[in-house]
């Protein structure tokens, strides 16, 4: 219920600023910055671009929120242009990219109670997971980020990639058994 009720308050404060109340925008980026910019940092190391491509996502979200349909999800339709613009970005600058990762928002268990010993471990698992996420193609990291990392569901992962729910799915399962496999070759 409270999710309706705060999609209702901005699918208002979008035809707001789509009337003309452009100063309405900020609140727009003050809900979404640090999770487009979370988001961004799972694809590029460099803090520098990072903040470029951030950037360039809201400047195109203002340009185009005339076009936007309020009757859609915001998060979505924004989520999509930072996808393209993090595309854009990775062939531009053809960098290796490198996945962060935190343990405790991707395994769905707590680290926090184990002995010492495999506390110890955490970071070295951290490490593992980050490189076996590297050696991911795009089509499979992505959606196990947006969903693991952004909390989307397979929806809105769908609206972001413009592909079927079913490979969203698909994906995410194909992707977890790769990263098992990667992990038993470490």
Not at 150 to 179: F, H
Request: glycine letters at 2%.
């Amino acid at each position: 219920m409270e999710e309706d009720v705060s999609q209702k308050k901005e699918a208002e404060i979008i035809r707001l600023i789509q009337s003309g109340e452009i100063e309405l925008f900020g609140v727009l980026i003050n809900t979404y910055e640090s999770k487009i910019r979370r988001y961004a940092r799972k694809f590029l190391a460099d803090s520098e671009d990072i903040r470029d491509v951030v950037q360039d996502v809201f400047i195109k979200a203002y340009v185009n929120i005339k076009d936007f349909d309020t009757k859609r999800k915001f998060s979505s339709w924004l989520y999509r242009i930072a996808h393209n613009e993090l595309i854009n970005a990775l062939k531009k600058r053809k960098k290796k990219t490198l996945p962060l990762f935190d343990l405790d928002v991707f395994l769905p268990f707590s680290l926090h109670d184990r002995t010492l010993e495999r506390n110890i471990d955490r970071q070295g698992m951290s490490q593992v997971i980050d490189k076996c996420l590297d050696k991911l193609t795009p089509k499979y990291r992505e959606p196990i980020i947006l969903y693991y990392f952004e909390n989307l569901g397979y929806q809105e992962i769908a609206d972001v990639l413009e592909i079927p729910v079913s490979t969203v799915g698909i994906r995410i399962k194909r992707a977890k058994e790769k990263m098992k496999k990667l992990i038993k070759k470490i």
